[in-house]
Structure formats: structure tokens, C-alpha cells
């Protein structure tokens, strides 16, 4: 009974899951026994007449879907390509890219889920990194030939055999997405039904986030992928009559794992928009009127700029999904706001939906699953610290992994000999009604240290995002000779407003309850918020602005 749990033939470089917690997670019924695939299969054939995207390209429902992806998949091999192939993906958001990503699931193929900005050094490290067979890019970039860009890279990754190209390139020596569904291939229905799909084996190659640097491999198996979306979707309450909006990159794990894997479960319809514009979001609101928004704090003033147009009214939406702004949504737009905590490695936490208020507006919630373990210590340390003190995660559990793809030297850096992963990020544990919740404190390089005091900058950030003239803002700290470092706060405004003073924004600040030590001592005004190529923001650039300020204000004086 144990044996059969692990990986039939285990892929070198993946670090599987010990047998015997997977026995534990199996007998309990929390690890499922089924594979990615074979639940979207099943909520294909539930869910036939529905839509299930809403697209520019055109909506597609739930029997398209499957019919398409079919297709794809019987071509996809029909190529030569074979089952745990990689497959690089770098493409803008669209319907193809969903349907490519579906497609290769079922032909039993790995993507890799790297990013349309992405350029040589980091395809390049990737696609060797992974022995990646095929590229599938976007054909229609406006901005940088992405074709072009993956045939050169044929010749320097020696695995790589096929380019594809989604929204119809033809050049030669490229294959189009077009052609593969409408192709008719020799392998039949039955030959790509009979291809076995192991629930413990790798699904999905996701990518480590981070602003520098190569990100790192993280293999997420079928089995945990699909607990982590399923349950997600139980928990956020998604129906068959949702309708889902998330702009965020769809090969990232926010949207991936989060929201539209999600969707396809539960028979929801997801939405894609045109581009990243106020008006094209505004297009989606006025057409398919989503019931769910899902969006960091970063892309609120975008947001906030269709509703103040008149582009789109948020009428139709029921909650806000916002890992980083759950009260904020609530205060700004008078929607009910669901805060999280995510990790592309695993772990996540909701607030249950019959929590109090108080959980939603301060805290990141509860462990998705019962067996997942957590413990704060000391940062850089080991010693766990006290209910309500700060400490950095450390966490494993059913659907969080359990080491990155051929990196020994970073797990051995990443996870405790007992096999916690070593997250970064900084917890205390809160208690509201007899129940410990979950307060996010910040990453331990996410702080401003004034004066020894650890200031969260997302907590900041939230409030001073409240203040009525303001639609964005990101806080760093500063240096300071007599403190270490002090608040500076970056914002964006909103048409027609001007900055607040310091003192202005601290009285509104002291209205919202917050200490007076965490008050900006500074503002400075941008156009909008730099973001990461994976869609967070991005603060090294405001760093390095306001210490070049501080440099040249104090060789004035």
C-alpha cells in the first residue's frame, strides 16, 4: 500500500515527498489519488455548455475547451514529443496560452512557466537547466519578436527541437498553435486517453519569484497541485455562475494555482482582458461582469483609473481577492475583501469566510489544509518564538515542496533537516474570537529598521493607500545617520489630486490607528508603481532614487 504512493519512475533532479507522509496525507483523504488532469477532465465533461473563458479571441465553453485541448495534445505528440517532455511557455496572457498550458497536460508534457519579459540569460539557464524540447512563445508581441527570440535560442539550448508560436506566426521552421488545432492528427482518442498520468508525479515547473537573479525550479506534482486549487476554491466559495478577473502573468502561481485553475474546477468562467489598460479592463467589466477581482495592492491604481473614467463599474462584484489589501478593497470599493498568503514553493493561508471582520482586515487567515505545519523562529535562528512575537516561518506540509529541481547547494541552504521550508517571511500569530490567525510582519529584507524598531512596509502602504487622494504607494526605508533609516513613502495619485503633506498624511494615519512611529517621514510622488517582470512590485529602483536624493540634497547643503 505505502509503494504505490511514491512516483512510478522518479525523475532525476525532483526531490519527491518522503513515502511515509504521503501515506499519512493519503489515508486521511487530504492528498488526492487522482491526477491535475484527470479532475479538469471531469469538470470538462460537468460543466460542457458553460463558458469558460471570456476572451477578445472569442469565448470558449467548457466542450470547446476539452475538444481544443484534445487536439493540441494529439499534436503535441504527433511532433515526437513525449510524455514528462519540458516546454518552455513565455507568452502575454490569452486564451491560446490557456488552452497550450491544458494541452500539454493532457499529453502528459511539463510547462515551464517562465515569463514573456524574460530574455537569454534567464531562458537560456532555464531551458538547459530543465532539457526543455519545445518553446511555445507569443506571436504577436507588438514589443520584442518573441519568435525570433526562440529560434536563436534553438541554436543554444541543445535539447530544444520545436518553436510554436500562439496567434498564428508561420514563418519556416516554426510551428503555429493554429495549425495544431485544426490539424487532424493520427493519434487517436484512445491512444492519448491511454497515456498514464501519475498523481505523484510532476505536473508543472513553476519559477521562484524575486526581482534579481535566476529564479529557481519548483517542481509541483499533480496531486498537490490539484489539492492546493481545489481546496482554494472550496475555501473562496467559487460557483459555476462566477465569474473570475485576475490580469495578473497567467503562467505565474498567483493567477495559476489561485484563480484559474481554480475556475476550470469549479466550472466558473475566467476572464482575460485584451492588455493591461484601463480600457481593456474596463471592456471585460462591461462585458462579461466579473463577480471576483483578484489583484495585488500594486495594480489598484490601474484599477482605480477605470472606475474613476467610467470605464467599468464594479457592480457586479461579490469579493475582492488581494493577498496584500484586503481592507483597503473593503474601504475604497465597498466590496467585501479577502486577504491571503501565497508561496509559488506551497503554502497558503485564507481567513475562513464566517471569520470576523478582524481577520479579514488584519490578517492573512489559516493554513489551507489541517495538515499543514507551521512554526515561527527567531530570524537566522532556530528557537521558536512566543504566541504573538515575530518569527520567521518555517513550514511544510501536503502540496508545499520539498526541494527545488537539481539545486542540492540551495536546498541545502532552503530546508531544515527535518524538512521544514525555510520561507523568509516574517509571522505572528494573532488571536481573534479563541482562534489563532495568521498576521503577516513582513520579509526579513522588507523592513525599514528605525531606530531598532522593525517597521512592515506592507502595512504602510495599506494605510497610507486609504488616504483619499492617493491610489498607490510602496514604502522603503531611507538612510538616516541617527536612526539607520527612516519612511519614505513613494505614491501614486489619483486624477486631480495633489500630494498630502507629511503632516497631512500623519493625521490621517493617526485617524487610521497606526503608531506614529511608522509614519512616513517623507513623500514622493511617481507616475505609477515599478513592478517585477511576475507582476509584483518592484523596490530596489525606489531605494536607489531616494538615496541618490539624499546624496545630492546633502552635497547641496
Not at 539550448?157 to 514563418?171: A, C, F, N, Q
Not at 515561527?376 to 504573538?388: N, Q, W
Not at 513550514?395 to 541552504?413: Q, S
Request: with cysteine.
Amino acid at each position: 500500500m505505502v509503494e504505490q504512493m511514491g512516483v512510478r519512475d522518479p525523475m532525476p533532479g525532483v526531490v519527491y515527498a518522503p513515502v511515509d507522509r504521503l501515506e499519512r496525507y493519503v489515508s486521511a483523504g487530504e492528498l488526492p489519488t487522482i491526477s491535475l488532469i484527470e479532475a479538469l477532465s471531469t469538470s470538462f465533461a460537468q460543466h460542457r455548455e458553460r463558458i469558460a473563458i471570456y476572451s477578445p479571441e472569442g469565448d470558449i465553453t467548457y466542450a470547446e475547451l476539452d475538444e481544443q485541448t484534445d487536439r493540441i495534445a494529439a499534436n503535441l505528440l504527433h511532433l515526437g514529443l513525449t510524455p514528462l517532455d519540458r516546454v518552455l511557455f513565455q507568452s502575454a496572457n490569452s486564451a491560446q496560452l490557456l488552452i497550450a498550458v491544458v494541452g500539454c497536460l493532457k499529453a502528459g508534457l511539463i510547462p515551464v512557466c517562465t515569463l514573456a519579459p524574460h530574455r537569454e540569460h534567464e531562458i537560456g539557464y532555464l531551458g538547459r537547466h530543465t532539457e526543455a524540447k519545445a518553446h511555445i512563445v507569443q506571436g504577436d508581441d507588438p514589443k520584442f519578436d518573441l519568435v525570433e527570440f526562440a529560434c536563436s535560442m534553438r541554436e543554444k539550448i541543445p535539447s530544444l527541437e520545436h518553436v510554436i508560436s500562439l496567434r498564428g506566426d508561420t514563418r519556416e521552421g516554426v510551428v503555429s498553435l493554429d495549425s495544431l488545432l485544426t490539424d487532424p492528427s493520427p493519434i487517436s482518442a484512445e491512444k492519448l486517453a491511454a497515456i498514464t498520468h501519475d498523481p505523484f508525479q510532476v505536473a508543472i515547473f513553476q519559477l521562484s519569484g524575486g526581482t534579481s537573479g535566476v529564479p529557481k525550479v519548483i517542481p509541483r506534482m499533480q496531486n498537490e497541485y490539484l489539492l492546493l486549487a481545489k481546496r482554494g476554491a472550496e475555501i473562496l466559495g467559487f460557483q459555476p455562475d462566477d465569474v473570475l478577473f485576475m490580469p495578473m502573468p497567467m503562467m505565474h502561481n498567483a493567477a495559476m494555482g489561485c484563480i484559474w485553475l481554480p475556475s476550470l474546477l469549479a466550472g466558473s468562467s475566467y476572464v482575460i482582458p485584451a492588455d493591461m489598460t484601463p480600457a481593456a479592463w474596463g471592456d471585460v467589466f462591461r462585458r462579461s461582469k466579473p463577480t471576483w477581482v483578484g489583484m495585488i495592492r500594486a495594480l489598484f491604481p490601474r484599477f482605480e483609473e477605470m472606475l474613476d473614467k467610467g470605464l467599468g463599474s464594479n457592480d457586479s462584484v461579490r469579493m475582492y481577492w488581494t493577498p496584500d489589501a484586503a481592507r483597503l478593497a473593503r474601504e475604497k470599493y465597498g466590496k467585501p475583501g479577502i486577504g491571503m498568503f501565497g508561496m509559488t514553493e506551497g503554502m497558503c493561508m485564507y481567513p475562513p469566510l464566517d471569520s470576523p471582520q478582524e481577520a479579514f482586515d488584519w490578517t492573512v487567515g489559516v493554513p489551507l489544509s489541517p495538515f499543514d505545519e507551521v512554526r515561527l523562529v527567531e530570524p537566522g535562528g532556530d528557537k521558536e518564538v512566543g504566541f504573538g512575537e515575530v518569527g520567521e516561518m518555517e513550514c511544510r506540509g501536503p502540496y508545499t515542496l520539498c526541494g527545488y529541481y537539481d539545486a542540492e547547494e540551495r536546498n541545502a541552504e532552503a530546508f531544515t533537516s527535518d524538512g521544514f521550508y525555510k520561507t523568509g517571511d516574517l509571522m505572528r500569530q494573532r488571536d481573534i474570537d479563541g482562534r489563532a490567525y495568521y498576521e503577516f510582519a513582513g520579509r526579513t529584507r522588507d523592513i525599514v529598521d528605525r531606530g531598532h524598531e522593525k517597521v512592515n512596509c506592507e502595512e504602510i502602504e495599506n494605510a497610507v493607500s486609504t488616504h483619499s487622494a492617493i491610489s498607490g504607494c510602496a514604502v522603503v526605508g531611507m538612510p538616516d545617520p541617527v536612526l539607520g533609516e527612516r519612511v519614505c513613502a513613494y505614491v501614486v495619485l489619483r486624477a486631480g489630486h495633489l500630494a498630502p503633506s507629511v503632516v497631512e498624511l500623519g493625521n490621517h494615519l493617526k485617524t487610521f490607528g497606526m503608531a506614529k512611529f511608522k509614519w512616513p517621514e517623507r513623500i514622493e510622488t511617481i507616475e505609477e508603481l515599478p513592478l517585477t517582470k511576475v507582476g509584483k512590485l518592484d523596490k530596489a529602483p525606489l531605494r536607489a532614487d531616494i538615496t541618490a536624493k539624499l546624496v545630492d540634497e546633502t552635497a547641496l547643503n
